[in-house]
């Protein structure tokens, strides 16, 4: 028998196949396994090894950028630092003449005997205004509505034109020395601007060009509205400034001279008392020296930097920054004013440069940005330069501009990119080692398990040769026990096996037999549960049938509720099975009116049994003429209490009372909201959870009890209901709602007490359409007719 079965094909379900693929399996799940956690221990070892250069490299790229950023920052704050000293020291030389009367006007006397063409003015009839004549250090311009008829400047002005004349002395020297400037000049008060400015251009001319109607307004209002006045609030209260420095920087905008933007730096000169603005002092630099500095901002092959107002304002960046930021210029001139440069990062075609956050230094930030059609990352950070007065058409405000530095991620990792490459080709080689080791393992494993498998399985193909004999009822077959391993002990307990179905076999019709009998003394008991528990059905659904019967028995009667004459009543309630836990009863003694409307917890007997317990207590107590709300609903609770105690049912209810006696309504006890819709169509929602607690929690509950008014006037609706409206569902599972049921009630307001329960009721049964009533459903109406 060994011998032919040893002959056989060895199929996919022989033991000896399953052997060879379950230690196989197994050898093979072995080298997987530790092949893969050395792959594993490699990957991880490329992954820690680059993680740890890129971190390095990645900080110290991130370090130079924000040392470069903040390099540049202050290459910036100094260019404009060297501008507002200037501006200062020409302010301080200005208002020294305006402090000292007596110098001032010596100084204004000798400056017009040596160079008359600095005080001297000329009438330009076109233009109506004044100038002095070309030659002079400075131009200085005086508009029509400063001369006098006679054409020639006022006492005043002529004045401002002598003390003005002292610009001609430091100008030229600041000019030339220290920050570059494009020009400076003195502008008079508010009552006398005269413009004076160095170096001498076609001023009052330029302005007729570009500004026309500017010689017939205010000039501060004109050219810088709400600046003049900043400045006059300042002379009231320094603290209102801003920023410390009494320096005012103007955002960019085209200068009506030049044509180049530029920003202007302003220092107001004070009255000698200091009280009051008497002009200004001033220095323009053009946005070429700022951008200068910025646009030499490189880093890496193509990085660059911007300069930007607080509120995204692009003022400096070079060419190819603006196309990799997305800003789009625009420059638009209104009928006063200058006319400003408008390149907001916040209008860039870049949504992430759009989103860039300005309000707050935010470190190094990592950006997506479009370049040609792909997504290409970005380092960018932006630093805030110091604080300072910013005008820009309205009040003076702190302005804090930001300088930004923005790179290529991709170059700036360019070394982390090398030796990643490097350290993943070292992976990738160790990869392939380890995995031609495990495929030589397999063959030397395969070839060692298919030499063991035949000695192993031999015992194992006897028994399966033996089942089969089994199979065809050879009863009388037993396999040679030739090991005592477990197959050994596989063949002992198959012997075993075959003694006890031949035994089995031969007593197999006695046995039957035996399982019969039991079988049918089993049918018997059965049967005779089954009908016990038919009678007990039958009982109770008589108990449910009557129970059911006597609530609905115990329901205020239709003439009950129409025999009132100043108000409607109607009323709806469905179980949602046979006895409902829900209750609502109106009870009249004599005048007085009380509605009451309750739910108790769950529903079915228990439920419904305590329903009718309130209804009895509630008659009972209206028939001994208990008219006080709180002792009424206390005196209810007490009776409940006991009844519960006794009869142990684990039930509780809210409950509320509304008192009509003719003029309003008194409400008590916790319930639901109720729902008021006014004669005029407002709505007004009664929240009860101050009222009161839940009736049978406690023996005397008279300390928590409270009542409200509520004023029922001619044509208002008042609807109680139960929770079983507002929280049934539909079939996705939606709630009805207070907010429905309200809309309803408004919706029906002007209809009868019948007609508004009936439509709220239609609603709600459209709402709920097929889904399952899970709840009882109560609903009372009351309208003052």
């Known amino acids: ?29 072995d080298l997987l396994v530790s092949g893969g956690l050395a792959l594993w221990n490699v990957q991880r070892l490329s992954r820690d090894a680059t993680l740890e250069v890129g971190q390095g490299l990645e900080a110290a790229s991130q370090e130079y950028i924000r040392t470069y950023a903040d390099s540049t920052a202050a290459q910036v704050s100094l260019l404009l630092r060297q501008v507002h000293n200037d501006v200062d020291t020409l302010a301080g030389v200005l208002q020294g003449q305006i402090d000292n009367p007596a110098r001032n006007s010596d100084v204004g006397a000798a400056i017009a005997r040596t160079s008359p063409g600095s005080v001297s003015l000329s009438y330009d009839e076109k233009g109506k205004w004044s100038q002095n004549a070309p030659g002079s250090a400075s131009v200085v311009s ?78 501060w209002d004109f050219f810088f509205p709400g600046l003049y006045e900043s400045w006059q609030a300042w002379a009231k209260d320094a603290k209102t400034r801003p920023v410390a420095d009494e320096i005012t920087q103007t955002a960019p905008y085209t200068d009506a001279i030049t044509g180049k933007l530029i920003v202007s730096f302003f220092h107001p000169l004070w009255t000698a008392d200091r009280k009051d603005v008497a002009g200004t002092a001033g220095a323009d630099i053009t946005l070429d020296q700022l951008a200068q500095t910025v646009e030499n901002v490189k880093v890496a092959q193509s990085g660059f930097g911007f300069l930007a107002m607080s509120d995204g304002n692009v003022i400096a960046i070079n060419s190819t920054g603006e196309e990799t930021l997305g800003l789009r210029s625009a420059s638009g001139a209104s009928g006063t004013g200058v006319t400003g440069l408008e390149r907001s990062l916040k209008g860039s075609s870049q949504p992430a440069i759009a989103k860039l956050a300005l309000d707050r230094e935010q470190g190094i930030q990592h950006l997506l940005l479009q370049r040609d059609g792909n997504e290409v990352p970005y380092l960018v950070t932006v630093k805030k330069l110091p604080a300072t007065n910013l005008w820009s058409s309205g009040p003076v ?164 509720l129409e025999e009132f004459h100043d108000i409607e009543i109607a009323a709806y309630m469905r179980p949602a099975e046979e006895v409902g836990g829900d209750y609502y009863d109106v009870l009249k003694n ?55 105690v006794r009869t142990r049912i684990d039930k509780h209810l809210t409950l509320a009372f509304l008192d009509y ?15 008021i819709v006014r004669a005029n169509g407002e709505i007004q929602r009664v929240d ?58 408004l919706r029906l307001k002007g209809q009868s007490a019948d007609n508004v329960v009936s439509g709220i009721i239609a609603t709600l049964m459209l709402f709920i359409g097929s889904q399952k009533i899970y709840d009882d459903i109560t609903l009372l109406a009351v309208r003052h007719r």
């Open 1 to 29: 028998m060994d011998g032919g079965l040893a002959k056989r094909p060895m199929g996919l379900g022989s033991f000896r196949a399953k052997f060879i693929l379950l230690v196989g399996g197994a050898v093979l799940f």
């Open 142 to 219: 005086v508009w029509s509505y400063l001369l006098g008829q006679d054409h020639q400047p006022t006492a005043d002005v002529k004045r401002d034109i002598e003390t003005s004349a002292v610009l001609d002395l430091v100008a030229p020297s600041l000019l030339e020395h220290g920050a570059s400037k494009l020009q400076m000049y003195y502008i008079g008060s508010k009552e006398r601007p005269i413009f004076r400015t160095a170096p001498y251009t076609d001023q009052a001319q330029t302005f007729d060009r570009l500004y026309p109607g500017h010689n017939e307004a205010d000039f």
């Open 397 to 560: 405000r702190q302005e804090a501009m930001l300088l930004g530095v923005v790179v290529p991620e991709r170059e700036i990792d360019a070394s982390l990119y090398a030796a990643q490459a490097k350290i993943s080709e070292a992976t990738n080689r160790i990869v392939i080692y380890q995995i031609v080791a495990i495929l030589m393992s397999l063959i030397i494993v395969a070839i060692a398990v298919f030499a063991a498998s035949k000695r192993i399985t031999s015992g194992i193909s006897a028994l399966a040769g033996a089942a089969k004999r089994i199979q065809a009822q050879d009863y009388s077959v037993r396999v040679a026990i030739t090991s005592k391993d477990e197959v050994g002990a596989a063949g002992e307990a198959f012997n075993r096996m075959a003694e006890q179905i031949s035994y089995h076999t031969e007593n197999l019709e006695q046995i039957v037999e035996e399982r019969t009998a039991q079988i049918e003394d089993q049918k018997e008991e059965i049967s005779a549960l089954n009908a016990q528990l038919q009678r007990e059905n039958r009982r109770l659904g008589t108990e449910l049938a009557v129970a059911e019967r006597i609530q609905l028995m115990v329901l205020p009667l239709q003439e009950e």
């Open 590 to 644: 004599g005048t007085r009116l009380k509605i009451g409307i309750g739910d108790v917890t769950g529903h079915g007997l228990e439920s419904g049994v305590l329903m009718l317990m309130v209804q009895s207590v509630a008659r009972a107590l209206q028939e001994a003429g208990n008219t006080d709300a709180v002792e009424f609903l206390a005196n209810l609770n007490s009776a409940l209490f006991k009844n519960i």
């Open 661 to 675: 006696d003719g003029k309003e309504m008194i409400l008590s006890g916790q319930h639901e909201e109720i729902v």
């Open 688 to 745: 009860t959870m101050d009222l009161g607690i839940p009736i049978g929690l406690e023996a005397d509950i008279s300390a928590f009890i409270k009542t409200r008014r509520i004023a029922f006037e001619k044509g208002d609706l008042i609807l109680l209901h139960t929770d079983g409206v507002t929280e049934a569902a539909n079939d996705a599972g939606e709630m009805f709602g207070i907010e429905r049921l309200c809309s309803e009630a």
